[in-house]
């Protein structure tokens, strides 16, 4: 069975997405602790992270330092800041989230409720952003 991020990749969901390439996919997570809040995945579905072989792990690692780049530039933040927990979906993820406090980092508080058009807008304007 499919896990709910290869759904989103395969366009079966839809998503805010903000950067693509043949192996990994970047879009807005609907549930953000802050506007510019990004999943950064790997096309092929692994369940942990540390169970991604090397190369692709290193890789996975320089997708979202442009990804972060493109949220940094878009976003007014102080930096991008990175999280990697993977308990709430089957497949392997960062998270990107933009710093202006350590606060911010707090997944327990769902402070952002950004409305469809927010979404499509802030999505974009990290697309814009990102050079890969």
Known sequence: MSSLFSKIISGEIPSFKV???EHFYAFL?????????T???PKKETDYIFDIDSEEYKSLFAFARDVAKGIKSAIPCKRVGIA??????PHAHIHLIPLNSES?????RRVVRPDTETMKKTAEAIRLKIEL
Do not use: C, Y
């Open 29 to 37: 997570d609907i549930n953000p602790v802050v506007t510019g809040h």
């Open 104 to 108: 911010d980092l707090d997944f327990g």
């Open 84 to 89: 990697v927990i993977g308990l709430e979906v």
């Open 19 to 21: 950067a693509e390439s």
């Open 39 to 41: 999943l950064v995945v």
